[in-house]
């Protein structure tokens, strides 16, 4: 587990990794196969193969997601872990410290209570939330990265300077790394990672027409793609079992 979280904070310090989201132990352990130096959840894939939608798991059912998927393989695991699945900070700092004890890397905050509205908290409780993270992995003696996230793109709020303060504010309270999925441009990631700088920033690739390759040269240091996989997979399975119900027959394998 040492090993693991020490490798991850290496792959913070230079260059750029991409960390795919698995969903269940055969996904994580073909992602590996592949040559992923890291892992992340998916809060999203997590709900699926519950059969349930975004959002709709509890800190128990996430915790338990956590623990599988960090017992799959020795790969560092990144928790998606919402927005800590508390109202309180105090909340988010026992959460946290529950979700070190799966054995995760790194853990990421949202600013955007739960229930998937178009709110998020103010700056000063999203602060507040993100120093009670910070005193939770402090006090558990874990080296677990930080990863605080502003969601203002994905509720409409797309001002980009706003963004920027929120994630210098998180930074300060103690976020190791950055994250404000839904940020598309290729020029307003390069704005936004030298705004930051130097602590690292996270880009989701599905909300951007980037590469990886150009991520890259404008400092990105890492590139997760949230429940992109897992949707793909579901979509086949759908297909699939649609054709077998509708015709009694499966499409041809590879």
């Known amino acids: 587990m040492s090993e693991a979280r020490a490798k991850f904070r290496a792959l913070h310090q230079e260059g750029c990794f991409v960390i795919p989201n698995p969903w269940d132990a055969g996904s994580a352990i073909r992602l590996k196969n592949l040559g992923f130096q890291a892992l992340a959840s998916s809060s999203a894939a997590a709900a699926w193969t519950l059969g349930r939608a975004d959002g709709e798991l509890g800190l128990d059912d996430a915790l338990a997601h956590l623990a599988m998927l960090c017992a799959a393989t020795d790969l560092p695991v990144n928790a998606d872990f919402e927005e800590g699945f508390a109202g309180d900070a105090a909340g988010v700092a026992a959460s946290v410290t529950r979700a070190i004890a799966t054995g995760v890397a790194g853990l990421s905050i949202e600013d955007r209570p739960a229930g998937r509205g178009r709110d998020l908290y103010s700056l000063e409780a999203a602060v507040e939330r993100i120093r009670a ?9 874990e080296d677990v990265i930080l990863v605080a996230r502003n969601e203002g793109f994905l509720v409409g709020r797309t001002d980009l300077g706003e963004t920027i303060a929120r994630l210098r504010a998180y ?7 950055l994250y404000a999925p839904g940020v598309g441009e290729l020029s307003a990631i390069a704005e936004l990672v030298a705004a930051v700088a130097p602590k690292p920033v996270n ?45 009694g027959r499966l499409p041809p394998r590879g």
Not at 171 to 177: H, L, P
């Open 203 to 247: 880009v989701l690739l599905s909300t951007t027409h980037a590469t990886v390759a150009e991520l890259a040269g404008v400092g990105v240091r890492r590139v997760s793609v949230g429940g992109a996989l897992a949707a793909q997979a579901w979509k086949a399975f759908d297909e699939a079992a649609a054709l077998l119900a509708r015709e």
């Open 171 to 177: 930074a300060q309270a103690g976020a190791d790394c």
């Open 133 to 141: 993270a910070r005193s939770a992995i402090d006090a558990s003696g």
